[in-house]
């Protein structure tokens, strides 16, 4: 069965898109990624929901945290979203910045260990300061790595942000089956996979995170005990200038159950989340749940 062709409307979205972007690579490349930050708060936010969404969760997971200081979240995470976005699409420029990044952390030793034991590993990341900062520093410090994608919704748009994606390291695999059973392959032949894996699967079971039940997936987990991978949690951290990163490695996550190595993974998460709220995407409906998950906390939280 073939794909349908792309649509008018798709090529439309696509050509204004690639027009905003175009336009913007001509910028200097601080000025641009500047830009693209105030034009995702001041904009693209209020237009999206974002505001709404970003003060629900935030309501939701930090309760203690001021009305002041949701507020500034409604104005800090959407700029960090277009801030990323604008940085992948910028190629060379970006890694240039990224290349040297600092490591710190308690897991540096660990990574360069399992690099030089030649072990497979496993890299969880997270919607924090700029994911893909960390693909693109570790690909140029000697740990190439394979990552998965997800397809656009517009196929026109999709085309090149897979083009872009790609540019920063390599290989990248699509979120399908064909795709997935590339990268476990990668793994397999002893190669380092990184995974976003803060992400809400209503077919994933429910852990916790920030108290709150949240599906969360366990391939990760799952692949590092089937091919015995390394398992590091780890992050590029946006640094106060909003255009350097620091990469935070956290102590490798012991062999046990995929439940409990993934429940590690939140609590670090949610941890470094707690330091600093501003890096993490809030954007994102993390505690969206099945309506059997839902039911069933419904039912814990009736019975107190």
Known sequence: MTDSPITIRERAVDLSARGALGLARLLPYALRVRLFGW?????????????????ANARLAMPELSADERARLQRVVP?????????????????ERVADAPRRGPGVAALEEARAQGRPMVLVTAHLGNYDAVRGTLSRQGFPMGALYKRMTNRAFNEHYVTAISAIATPVFPTDGKGVGGLVRYLKDGGIIGIVADVASTKAPVLS????????????????????????????????????????????IRHTTPEDMMQTYNDVVERIVREDPAQWFWVHNRWKLSAAARAEAEARSAAG
Not at 79 to 94: K, M, P, Q
Not at 213 to 229: F, Q
């Open 209 to 252: 995170f920030f108290g709150q039940p949240a599906h969360t997936p366990l391939s990760a987990a799952e692949w590092a005990l089937k091919y015995d991978a390394v398992m590091v949690p780890l992050f590029g951290i946006r640094q106060p200038d909003g255009l350097s990163f620091e990469l935070l490695i956290e102590e490798p």
């Open 79 to 95: 700029d960090n979203v277009g801030r990323t976005l604008i940085e992948i699409y910028s190629g060379a420029e970006f890694l």
């Open 39 to 55: 034009v995702f708060s001041r904009i693209v936010a209020p237009l999206a929901g974002w505001r709404k969404r970003i003060d």
